[in-house]
């Protein structure tokens, strides 16, 4: 532990993970292009914008940061929270909120997406496998939104997740997580009940198109 006292320690780590997750990398790499991300294409400060908006490099160098992250959020967790099993998992959350809402850039930010997974590439490599493989399609197939599919799918994991890993931490976490993602994204999900909107990612329509004809 930093500091013996379970409290204060937590506070510690929770206030180090939400300003490591703040850390902009997109838009750094906007900025070294002489681009306001917040100003460009989406306005999403996070590495699918960087890509479309500043280049494929970048984008893929902020996908990575993004995601170092999480793993390095998780990872300083586990080390420094005397094996509670719950600390790191809140730790990560706060590290997807510090992205989301970014206090060194005016709480502009991103979704948090890579964020999450760098985390589970350290706690739960494998877990990604069965979000994105078994998860996220039939709710892409379902609702043909990336943004709504992503919070249906997280928020039904979660329950997988407290199956899987014996632990109903987990469970709680993924459904924070969803709600976390949903706060972020409300104005996309409203937009998709109220007005019709459908938004799928190029990739994810070849990938899907023989179930989405009418895309």
């Known amino acids: 532990m930093l500091i013996n006292n379970f409290f204060i320690n937590t506070a510690v780590i929770l206030l180090a993970a939400y300003l490591i997750g703040s850390i902009p990398f997109a838009y750094i790499a906007g900025r070294i292009k002489g681009i306001d991300i917040r100003k460009t294409g989406s306005g999403n400060v996070g590495g699918m914008n960087t890509l479309s908006s500043v280049g494929i490099l970048a984008g893929v160098l902020v996908a990575i940061g993004d995601m170092g992250k999480g793993a390095l959020v998780a990872w300083l967790a586990v080390m420094f929270t005397d094996s509670h099993p719950f600390v790191p998992l809140l730790a990560v959350l706060a590290a997807i909120i510090g ?60 329950f997988f997740m407290w199956y899987r890993e014996s632990s109903y931490y987990w469970c709680i976490f993924f459904i924070l997580v969803a709600i976390v993602y949903g706060l972020k994204c409300f104005s996309l999900i409203k937009t998709y009940f109220t007005e019709g909107r459908r938004d799928l990612s190029p990739l994810i329509r070849k990938i899907f198109r023989p179930f989405l004809k009418k895309i």
């Open 99 to 158: 992205h989301n809402w970014m206090i060194f850039i005016g709480f502009k930010g991103g979704k948090g997406i890579s964020t999450l997974i760098g985390a589970l590439l350290f706690l739960s490599p494998f877990s990604i496998l069965w979000l994105y493989l078994f998860f996220m399609p039939p709710a892409i197939i379902f609702y043909r939104d990336t943004y709504v599919s992503q919070g249906v799918a997280i928020f039904f994991f979660s």
